[in-house]
């Protein structure tokens, strides 16, 4: 017995085995802990910050460049509304060209138009398709029409959308479909018209039956290959012609093309309206140049 009690005494020295009591003490020390809830650790920030979401900075941009792309184009827009308005207009009034002439000027939104009834009727008309110069109101070029009816013609400018020529290449198409009682077709181009009807005339050589430029020429169409009249009239003091241009594109015309200069003859001269800018005015009147044109036309139709 004795024994036993040291055994316990030393055990409990040095291997330190808890009391009674301590062991109460622990028993009651867990039952607490399991009753509380247990408290997650903190989450660090920089977790919080992955997990909200993040600014649209790429659809911020894209509008910015699409609001961009909206206002340079309204910028262009006006720019290119400003240019158009910018025509030379006539000098008269349509009622004014009607009284110059006994023969019916038809006008209508595609086209101008003025025929000679005589010459249909006898079903031999020759019509001339006028492209008009950049930037000129088609009926600065009735006088020129009026000419080519009292001469036995018959006259036709389509119209261009700003009168640029360059948007309406096909404008030949709409006359020829449209008055049928002509049969044979030239184009008279003007000015900055000339190289659109020399596109027009390769595409289409079949459907007209000459081409006649008036202070211009086709500097890149290349018409030599073709079998096709072709006329070329300036004025002496055209400045709005490049006459060096001029001659090294006459290698671009069909062989046995004609040339012809009207003396004191200019770029304005053809037309009813003010000197275009950059022309030299010349002491022919617009009449005057009208006439020789006329006739350097007629000769060039007349002949064998």
Known sequence: MLCQSLFYALLSKYAKIPTMKERLNRVVDRSVLQQEEPVSPAEPETAKEEIQPKKPEK???G???LIGIVVVLLLLLSVFKIYVDNNYKPLHTM???QAMTAYEIESSDNALAIQNPQAIANKNAIGFIIYGDER???ECYLPLMIALAENGYCAYLPTTFGNLPVLNQE????VIRTYRSVHT???I???KACPVAARYAKSNSSKINGLIYLGGASYHTDLSELDLPLLSVAGANDSLLDKTRAEKAKKNNPAGSEYISIPDGNHSGILDTILLRGDTPSSLSNEEQIDQTILAISTFLNQP
Do not use: N, S, T
Not at 171 to 174: F, K, Q, T
């Open 59 to 61: 659809r911020a941009q």
């Open 189 to 191: 181009a003007h000015g």
């Open 63 to 65: 509008k910015l460049i």
């Open 171 to 174: 404008g030949a198409e709409y």
């Open 136 to 138: 000129v109101q088609r």
């Open 185 to 187: 077709w030239y184009i």
């Open 95 to 97: 009622d004014d060209y």
